[in-house]
């Protein structure tokens, strides 16, 4: 058999070897190229632009659930310094006014006669089935109590309104606060008079002291049993 020329040998046996080490590469290369990465939030949390907002899981559930099973004892809602503040001259033990159910609603009252300065006041706990019906209740006692406005800082929610009462020449003035707290209500209710002036207390007097028993009232809610 004639040899071949030695450049023209050295070629043929190469090239099997090039030819397989390119084949190798080729099949090396398809599969270690990585999948293309599905789309990740950003560094500031939101979704990619094409992508389907998450749903929220604590939307209904903040709606449906309850924090609250039963109404607090009502007459010990509120302290000895804010009751004598509000109501002097009143026992700091209150009355409670009977209910039909005193899980779901209690109510305590506060009043007295210290000269001719008369105060009245009474506090309740209203404790609903959920939140949704909480905020509706919230809702349609607010509508029925035009003129006020909201208290910041009180429970989820809350609203106060004063208004000026005359009978005989005698003035009446009556502020009411009333404060939703998840699936429970607060409402106050505080006024008073002067019989010898006939004269009414000051706006802010009365829309101050009802805030305060407010207040003290929320934060009592934690006295009723929570779930």
Same mark, same amino acid.
């Given at each position: ?31 270690? +190229?990585?999948? &293309? ?9 939101? *979704? ?6 998450? &749903? +929220?899981?604590t939307a209904s559930a903040s709606a ?10 009502? $007459? ?11 109501? &002097?001259?009143?026992?700091?033990? /209150? ?12 109510? $305590?009252? %506060? ?8 105060? %009245?006041? +009474? ?5 609903? /089935? ?24 009180? /429970?989820d929610t809350a609203y106060s309104v004063v208004d000026l009462t005359?009978?005989?020449? *005698? ?29 009414? &207390? ?13 207040? +003290? ?11």
């Open positions: 058999m004639r040899s071949l020329p030695l450049p023209l040998a050295v070629t043929v046996r190469v090239l099997p070897v090039v030819v397989l080490a390119v084949s190798g590469w080729a099949l090396s290369s398809e599969s270690s +190229d990585p999948a &293309p990465a599905p789309p990740t939030a950003g560094a500031s949390g939101q *979704q990619p632009q094409n992508a389907p907002a998450a &749903p +929220d899981p449906g659930a309850k924090a609250y099973t039963v109404a607090p004892a009502p $007459c010990s809602g509120l302290s000895e310094k804010t009751i004598s503040s509000l109501v &002097p001259g009143a026992k700091s033990a /209150g009355k409670e006014i009977p209910s039909t159910d005193k899980s779901v609603r209690r109510t $305590c009252s %506060w009043h007295a006669l210290k000269g001719y300065d008369y105060r %009245w006041l +009474d506090v309740s706990f209203e404790v609903m /089935g959920s939140n949704a019906q909480a905020q509706r209740s919230y809702a349609e006692r607010t509508a029925r109590k035009s003129g006020g406005g909201a208290v910041p800082g009180l /429970g005359s009978e005989d020449k *005698q003035e009446t003035r009556e502020g009411t606060v009333v404060a939703r707290a998840s699936n429970a209500l607060v409402v106050v209710t505080y006024n008073g008079s002067d019989f010898e002036t006939k004269k009414a &207390p000051g706006t802010d007097e009365i829309n101050k002291g009802a805030i305060k028993a407010a207040k +003290d009232a929320v934060a009592a809610l934690g006295g009723g049993e929570k779930s």
